[in-house]
């Protein structure tokens, strides 16, 4: 493992542990190695971040629908973690801790922008509004006719997902693109597994009927 | 196996996190309602998996060290951080428990005549010393007017 995360950034240890520097043993748990960053380990901190930040980013640009804004908000979620390691308590599992900060991120900034966001149209010939980039990756083997096709099949699922009800819309990136179990989505909600299951179903169900011209 | 049954596990099945169980699977081969809906959620997630999520951006961590230098640079803890040290806060509650104790038997020992403030004596001439004086020449008058009433209630007694 690389030195510590905090030390490259010219933080120093608030113990000086002796555990600062060492590399988090291979069988400890999230929520001992977050123990671990309480008590001032460096390196702990860093292999939570490594560990988590691609699929932080993954579930902030599923939420967010923009890479800077995805960025930023996952870092929000380490920054949030960092700050409040010395009143951590490894009561739940660290996972269920750090998507319930992420939601609630992505959660306010919705609302926050709500306003802001441009209507959900999709222009074919430009880069999509919000990221700067095109909606797909080039490929050779598609004509431009299928390329059309298929950047217009992204817009849709796109819009159809950011049209689900919050919490829904919430369940189907947890479920779907971070590949969390009922019991995983339903802690991080504060949800019953049963609620998770029936919000699930109607969130594909709707997205079933929506997307059916595409499929 | 009741439709709504399967139709709660379609998720899980379609997302194929759930393997087919052997009810599950006589009922979709008795219902063509749910082995349809089957059909097309799993087509659903299919077409989901298209949207991919691009590259993080290879400046992800050195904005991350930026904002957590920031972070601890602008950390001047507040109250409320300092009292929520535990050996801080035994301190602090050990030194105003010695306050208050100091500060009672302080004011125990004012309230005495024969306190330390009691003995000091200033010069004569100044405006302390005068007023010391004045207090002393009405300790004089009151012990006058005593003897003169103890010389009255001897006249009284001498005199039936």
Same mark, same amino acid.
């Given at each position: 493992?690389?030195?510590?995360?905090?030390?490259?950034?010219?933080?120093?240890?608030?113990?000086?542990?002796?555990?600062?520097?060492?590399?988090?043993?291979?069988?400890?748990?999230?929520?001992?190695?977050?123990?671990?960053?309480?008590?001032?380990?460096?390196?702990?901190?860093?292999?939570?971040?490594?560990?988590?930040?691609?699929?932080?980013?993954?579930?902030?640009?599923?939420?967010?629908?923009?890479?800077?804004?995805?960025?930023?908000?996952?870092?929000?979620?380490?920054?949030?973690?960092?700050?409040?390691?010395?009143?951590?308590?490894?009561?739940?599992?660290?996972?269920?801790?750090?998507? !319930? $900060? #992420?939601?609630?991120?992505?959660?306010?900034?919705?609302? %926050?922008? @709500?306003?802001?966001?441009?209507?959900?149209?999709? =222009?074919?010939?430009?880069?999509?509004?919000?990221?700067?980039?095109?909606?797909?990756?080039?490929?050779?083997?598609?004509?431009?006719?299928?390329?059309?096709?298929?950047?217009?099949?992204?817009?849709?699922?796109?819009?159809?997902?950011?049209?689900?009800?919050?919490?829904? !819309? $919430? #369940?189907?990136?947890?479920?779907?693109?971070?590949?969390? %179990?009922? @019991?995983?989505?339903?802690?991080?909600?504060?949800? =019953?597994?049963?609620?998770?299951?029936?919000?699930?179903?109607?969130?594909?169900?709707?997205?079933?009927?929506?997307?059916?011209?595409?499929? | 196996?009741?439709?709504?049954?399967?139709?709660?596990?379609?998720?899980?099945?379609?997302?194929?996190?759930?393997?087919?169980?052997?009810?599950?699977?006589?009922?979709?081969?008795?219902?063509?309602?749910?082995?349809?809906?089957?059909?097309?959620?799993?087509?659903?997630?299919?077409?989901?998996?298209?949207?991919?999520?691009?590259?993080?951006?290879?400046?992800?961590?050195?904005?991350?060290?930026?904002?957590?230098?920031?972070?601890?640079?602008?950390?001047?803890?507040?109250?409320?951080?300092?009292?929520?040290?535990?050996?801080?806060?035994?301190?602090?509650?050990?030194?105003?428990?010695?306050?208050?104790?100091?500060?009672?038997?302080?004011?125990?020992?004012?309230?005495?005549?024969?306190?330390?403030?009691?003995?000091?004596?200033?010069?004569?001439?100044?405006?302390?010393?005068?007023?010391?004086?004045?207090?002393?020449?009405?300790?004089?008058?009151?012990?006058?007017?005593?003897?003169?009433?103890?010389?009255?209630?001897?006249?009284?007694?001498?005199?039936?």
């Amino acid at each position: 493992m690389n030195r510590g995360f905090l030390s490259m950034a010219g933080i120093p240890s608030h113990t000086g542990a002796k555990i600062a520097g060492e590399p988090p043993s291979e069988g400890l748990s999230d929520a001992q190695i977050m123990l671990r960053v309480k008590a001032g380990d460096e390196s702990a901190f860093d292999y939570l971040v490594q560990k988590y930040r691609r699929p932080m980013l993954s579930f902030m640009y599923r939420m967010a629908h923009n890479t800077a804004v995805a960025e930023d908000l996952a870092q929000e979620v380490f920054l949030r973690v960092y700050r409040s390691r010395e009143t951590y308590e490894a009561s739940a599992k660290f996972t269920t801790w750090l998507y !319930r $900060i #992420a939601s609630n991120l992505a959660v306010n900034h919705a609302r %926050d922008t @709500r306003h802001e966001r441009p209507e959900n149209t999709v =222009s074919l010939d430009e880069p999509d509004q919000e990221s700067g980039l095109t909606m797909d990756v080039p490929d050779d083997s598609l004509s431009a006719e299928e390329a059309i096709v298929r950047r217009e099949r992204l817009a849709a699922i796109r819009q159809r997902v950011q049209e689900l009800p919050e919490r829904q !819309r $919430i #369940a189907v990136v947890m479920h779907k693109y971070q590949q969390m %179990d009922y @019991r995983q989505i339903a802690e991080v909600l504060k949800l =019953s597994e049963s609620a998770i299951k029936s919000l699930l179903f109607r969130a594909y169900e709707t997205l079933r009927v929506q997307l059916k011209e595409f499929v | 196996m009741k439709c709504n049954d399967v139709c709660e596990l379609m998720p899980e099945l379609a997302a194929g996190l759930d393997a087919v169980t052997p009810e599950v699977n006589e009922h979709l081969e008795s219902c063509a309602g749910c082995a349809g809906k089957l059909k097309e959620f799993r087509q659903t997630m299919a077409l989901l998996d298209e949207w991919q999520v691009p590259e993080p951006s290879p400046y992800f961590d050195v904005r991350l060290r930026a904002r957590l230098r920031e972070e601890t640079a602008k950390q001047p803890h507040g109250l409320w951080y300092w009292i929520r040290k535990p050996a801080l806060a035994v301190s602090l509650a050990v030194l105003m428990v010695m306050s208050i104790t100091l500060f009672r038997t302080d004011a125990g020992r004012n309230s005495a005549p024969e306190g330390p403030r009691a003995l000091m004596v200033a010069e004569p001439g100044t405006a302390v010393g005068d007023l010391q004086a004045l207090d002393k020449n009405n300790e004089l008058y009151s012990d006058f007017e005593l003897l003169d009433d103890l010389q009255v209630q001897k006249d009284v007694d001498a005199n039936p």
